[in-house]
């Protein structure tokens, strides 16, 4: 069993920057796939960044922006998000993929004001 604790949400102006961490309890392989989500107003969740080993992709939407990074040894995964826009705007999930479960975070607001 892993739970997942996002941290690292509020409000920032545009231009600015936050950092998002996930903490997992149980055991969360390195080889394990670990993911940021996020769901803005109104909208489907969409697939922010996700990690596996030592690959990560990204939305285009975010590309150049926001940095995905774990530290294995404290089992949680971080987002660097910088030059934030107003469209950023959405509660931002964890996600994990380890042993054949799929594991949410109960996830973070992230407000960017104009």
């Known amino acids: 069993q892993v739970q997942l604790v996002e941290s690292g949400g509020g409000l920032v102006q545009a231009g600015g920057s936050l950092r998002l961490s996930c903490a997992a309890s149980?055991?969360?392989?390195?080889?394990?796939?670990m993911a940021w989500y996020r769901r803005a107003p109104g909208k489907q969740r969409e697939l922010v960044a996700a990690?596996?080993?030592?690959?990560?992709n990204y939305a285009d939407s975010v590309k150049g922006r926001f940095t995905l990074s774990r530290d294995n040894a404290k089992n949680t995964v971080y987002l660097q998000m910088n030059s934030l826009k107003p469209e950023d705007t959405a509660v931002y999930y964890c996600?994990?993929?380890?042993?054949?479960?799929?594991?949410w975070g109960q996830g973070t607001q992230v407000t960017v004001s104009s």
């Open positions: 149980g055991t969360i392989f390195s080889d394990d796939v």
């Open positions: 990690t596996r080993g030592g690959s990560t």
């Open positions: 996600r994990a993929f380890s042993t054949g479960y799929v594991y």
